[in-house]
């Protein structure tokens, strides 16, 4: 399975009244790096035909991270099921410890109809070892 990883700094804005970085932040990251890591792989043609929507988030708060601490997004992805596939980031600090460890389940769209397409071998032979 292919990693796409990129990196994040905590900034002011990101962090709550407990100090650290705020939830609906790392959910924005979760978001980012998915993306990122679909317009990375898929070729223009194939990235204007189909959008993604988020089903489902699984989220597990490990540690916090603080305003200026810098972070290491990693995400990959399982099997595709259907229209669904699973997703997973981890967010790592320079310590390499996980702050946050997530699973997302996505539905591919056709773009212009807004249906749910089942994920063949079109979109998966993008990411690498027969999954995206």
Do not use: C
């Not at 997302?104 to 212009?112: G, H, I, P, S, V």
């Amino acid at each position: 399975m292919a990693t796409f990883t990129m990196t994040r700094t905590a900034e002011p804005v990101d962090i709550d009244e407990l100090g650290h970085v705020n939830n609906a932040v790392y959910v924005r990251w979760i978001q980012d790096v998915a993306t990122a890591h679909w317009f990375s792989a898929a070729p223009a043609e194939i990235a204007e035909k189909y959008v993604w929507v988020v089903v489902r988030h699984e989220i597990d708060y490990r540690a916090p991270t603080v305003a200026g601490e810098t972070v290491t997004l990693a995400t990959w992805v399982g099997s595709p099921k259907g229209a669904r596939f699973d997703r997973f980031v981890e967010v790592r600090g320079a310590d390499a410890r996980v702050r946050v460890a997530a699973r997302t389940f996505w539905a591919m769209l056709d773009r212009n109809s807004m249906r749910p397409l089942r994920i063949g071998p079109d979109i998966t032979r993008h990411f690498g070892d027969g999954a995206i």
